[in-house]
């Protein structure tokens, strides 16, 4: 059986996997791109491959020292509390990592200030003198997230290292406009300061021969080659801060996080190394292959930035990177603001799924560079329909006919026809595997298993047992065999639900996880016992999901009322009366109500203003007034409301009521557009 990509075994294999950024709780987005990953090195160890698997939270950047000057602690015990839950939450994934470590432990000091020593002797990395905000209010320069302003390429308020409301270009360091400091607000001026850059644009010719034979997803590639085909500017890799690597011999600067992180990458293999006895350096500089699975939105960073510093460096370059596609929650794009968010631990773990559940809807929803959507009830019908339908079906019918009429295994011969269809499976699932596309290996497999279903509803063995126990013996070895290729094919996708399958065939002795894809050709011992099977698949019923969906509900809606202000409604502290008359309020008419679709919660109004046309304005107020109740209604409107995009209305005020849902309303009816003030109240 030829090994992955046609490489020979004996060349080592690294797998990374873009680092979790130690600063929050892990989401069904991370997960995108660690159970792939995961998936393709169970399956690269199942075709007999050496492959080191190592990952580890990244711990610096101005995100974590902000979040921690917030919560009024240190930024190491941040990190730590993050770095955990991390770690616990893969274990419980199923995630194997051979090193899970940290950015910030002292082996990934000790590599990053030898790499950049090394780029500094080279002459890749040099100083310059640049204009970099700073605050005089604050008396200190401001890194990179400390500092909003104007994009000085399209214009848009953006973040000081990202224009991440327009363009999304990066920034360096001094280009944004208009600085404001995010400490105290104050406008930011602009001073000298040196800093250091790695000279990027050197690398240009190395990296457009390298790109079109770099190996992984062909998002990943031609979008980095594109980027290079531009102009290549030079990356300033200091900052002013105190936590992170410090930079050598300047007081106050830290290496840039965007090389301090994937320098993890190494680090962690040293770390491997030393506890296993393994050779880091057979695999960083030596003939190897490094594979990077990581989301579409790092390419940059991991197909030009990372690839120039290791060359520069005199270390290998990456042999492969696989992109992902992004993640959309309920077909809405995925936003932690706006509620569109799914945590792995609290909405799917406490509330008893399975992991493998999960594993399997991120293998098999869509190919692996596509867009994938999390839906409740598309979970739902892929673990009712697919795996309790097909495969479920087939592994309890066939384990439990063998266990209740012959009690082991029968002797025989397994027939041509099945074990060609066997290595027929083998070779579809290895090859999808091989070339990222998880979805059309597990596609390959449930095919497989519905041949099963076919082929044991066909042979009639319920029939044969009563008339021909012989015939039915053959069958039910056909059958057997070809649940135990299930067993071992889908390991990698669901390696503890597996696991109880295979022990259910009488072959506990062995973990599945250890076992190769040839043994899935080797026929089942006769007379090996089979034990009463269990139900390994569950299905999962509607009031689960309207549980899940109303938990889902639930926080979009929080979110909204968020960004509409609501959570400042109850607030008690006293206002001035100049603060009072900011609030532009006015009576007016609801003329037409619509539900929105995707909220339980909200509703689209048009009032009358008594304007030249009639306002929209969506309020949360579904759940208290039927569309109907509110035609012809008069209501207390807040006219100058900033307007805002809810469920892709576009909302251009905000409606008052009591904390209980009741609408104020004049006594009696006022022409509309009537001012509210602290004179008509008198």
């Known amino acids: 059986m030829r090994s992955v990509s046609d490489f020979p075994v004996e060349k080592p294999v690294l797998v990374t996997c873009g680092l979790p950024y130690a600063n929050g709780r892990c989401h069904i987005g991370h997960l995108r791109t660690y159970v792939p990953a995961d998936i393709f090195v169970r399956t690269l160890r199942k075709r007999g491959q050496r492959v080191v698997f190592v990952c580890g939270s990244d711990t610096h950047g101005t995100p974590i020292v902000m979040n921690a000057e917030e919560l009024g602690v240190l930024p190491g015990e941040l990190v730590g509390r993050y770095h955990a839950h991390f770690d616990r939450i893969f274990a419980r994934m199923g995630v194997g990592f051979d090193y899970?470590?940290?950015?910030?432990?002292?082996?990934?000091?000790?590599?990053?200030?030898?790499?950049?020593?090394?780029?500094?002797?080279?002459?890749?990395?040099?100083?310059?003198?640049?204009?970099?905000?700073?605050?005089?209010?604050?008396?200190?320069?401001?890194?990179?997230?400390?500092?909003?302003?104007?994009?000085?390429?399209?214009?848009?308020?953006?973040?000081g290292d990202e224009c991440d409301q327009g363009c999304g270009k990066h920034l360096e360091p001094g280009e944004i406009r208009d600085p404001v400091c995010k400490i105290c607000g104050s406008g930011a001026e602009y001073r000298t300061q040196e800093h250091f850059f790695f000279r990027?644009?050197?690398?240009?010719?190395?990296?457009?021969?390298?790109?079109?034979?770099?190996?992984?997803?062909?998002?990943?590639?031609?979008?980095?080659?594109?980027?290079?085909?531009?102009?290549?500017?030079?990356?300033?890799?200091?900052?002013?801060?105190?936590?992170?690597?410090?930079?050598?011999?300047?007081?106050?600067?830290?290496?840039?996080?965007?090389?301090?992180?994937?320098?993890?990458?190494?680090?962690?293999?040293?770390?491997?190394?030393?506890?296993?006895?393994?050779?880091?350096?057979?695999?960083?500089?030596?003939?190897?292959?490094?594979?990077?699975?990581?989301?579409?939105?790092?390419?940059?960073?991991?197909?030009?930035?990372?690839?120039?510093?290791?060359?520069?460096?005199?270390?290998?370059?990456?042999?492969?990177?696989?992109?992902?596609?992004?993640?959309?929650?309920?077909?809405?794009?995925?936003?932690?603001?706006?509620?569109?968010?799914?945590?792995?631990?609290?909405?799917?773990?406490e509330h008893g799924f399975h992991p493998d559940?999960?594993?399997?809807?991120?293998?098999?929803?869509?190919?692996?560079?596509?867009?994938?959507?999390?839906?409740?009830?598309?979970?739902?019908?892929?673990?009712?329909?697919?795996?309790?339908?097909?495969?479920?079906?087939?592994?309890?019918?066939?384990?439990?006919?063998?266990?209740?009429?012959?009690?082991?295994?029968?002797?025989?011969?397994?027939?041509?026809e099945v074990m060609d269809r066997i290595g027929q499976a083998i070779d579809e699932f290895t090859q999808g595997v091989e070339e990222y596309e998880f979805k059309r290996a597990v596609d390959s497999v449930m095919a497989f298993s519905d041949f099963g279903n076919t082929y044991f509803q066909s042979m009639e063995p319920w029939k044969l047992v009563k008339t021909d126990r012989e015939a039915c013996a053959?069958?039910?070895?056909?059958?057997?065999?070809?649940?135990?290729?299930?067993?071992?094919?889908?390991?990698?996708?669901?390696?503890?639900?597996?696991?109880?399958?295979?022990?259910?065939?009488?072959?506990?002795?062995?973990?599945?996880?250890?076992?190769?894809?040839?043994?899935?050709?080797?026929?089942?011992?006769?007379?090996?016992?089979?034990?009463?099977?269990?139900?390994?698949?569950?299905?999962?019923?509607?009031?689960?999901?309207?549980?899940?969906?109303?938990i889902l509900d639930k926080r979009i809606t929080e979110a909204v009322e968020k960004e509409m202000g609501f959570e400042n409604m109850n607030k008690s502290d006293n206002i001035s009366f100049d603060e009072f008359e900011q609030l532009d309020l006015r009576v007016g008419t609801v003329k037409e109500a619509s539900r929105i679709k995707g909220s339980d919660k909200l509703l689209k109004l048009a009032v009358d203003l008594g304007e030249t046309t009639t306002r929209v304005i969506v309020a949360g107020i579904a759940e208290s007034y039927t569309t109907e109740e509110l035609c012809e209604k008069q209501v207390v409107v807040v006219a100058n409301m900033k307007p805002t995009k809810l469920f892709g209305v576009e909302s251009h005020g905000m409606l008052l009521a009591t904390e209980n849902g009741v609408l104020l309303e004049p006594d009696e009816p006022v022409e509309n557009g009537c001012v509210v003030s602290p004179t008509a109240i008198k």
């Open 100 to 159: 899970f470590g940290t950015t910030d432990a002292p082996s990934n000091h000790s590599r990053t200030l030898q790499i950049v020593d090394s780029l500094i002797e080279a002459g890749y990395v040099y100083p310059r003198d640049i204009e970099l905000a700073y605050c005089p209010r604050c008396d200190r320069f401001l890194p990179d997230r400390y500092v909003e302003g104007v994009c000085p390429f399209c214009g848009v308020r953006a973040r």
């Open 474 to 550: 053959s069958v039910l070895k056909d059958c057997l065999q070809i649940a135990k290729a299930l067993v071992v094919l889908l390991e990698p996708v669901m390696p503890g639900l597996m696991e109880v399958a295979w022990r259910e065939l009488g072959l506990a002795e062995e973990s599945v996880h250890g076992v190769a894809y040839d043994e899935a050709l080797v026929e089942l011992e006769g007379g090996r016992p089979i034990l009463k099977p269990e139900i390994i698949f569950n299905k999962i019923d509607d009031g689960k999901i309207d549980e899940m969906e109303a």
């Open 200 to 349: 990027l644009s050197r690398f240009k010719d190395f990296l457009l021969q390298y790109l079109p034979g770099l190996r992984g997803t062909s998002n990943a590639r031609n979008y980095a080659i594109e980027w290079v085909n531009q102009e290549l500017h030079d990356w300033c890799i200091t900052r002013n801060m105190e936590w992170g690597v410090a930079f050598p011999g300047h007081d106050g600067l830290v290496v840039y996080v965007w090389v301090d992180a994937p320098i993890g990458y190494v680090s962690f293999t040293e770390e491997w190394a030393k506890q296993t006895g393994g050779d880091w350096e057979a695999i960083w500089r030596g003939d190897s292959r490094i594979i990077h699975f990581i989301g579409i939105d790092i390419v940059y960073h991991h197909c030009i930035f990372w690839p120039a510093i290791l060359k520069g460096a005199g270390y290998t370059v990456p042999w492969a990177v696989v992109a992902s596609g992004m993640v959309k929650i309920e077909d809405k794009k995925f936003s932690k603001s706006r509620g569109y968010i799914v945590w792995v631990d609290e909405d799917y773990l």
């Open 357 to 416: 559940l999960l594993r399997y809807y991120l293998a098999s929803y869509t190919s692996h560079t596509k867009e994938l959507n999390f839906s409740w009830k598309i979970f739902q019908e892929k673990v009712n329909k697919e795996l309790v339908g097909s495969l479920g079906n087939f592994l309890y019918r066939t384990t439990l006919f063998a266990h209740k009429n012959f009690k082991e295994v029968p002797i025989g011969d397994v027939s041509s």
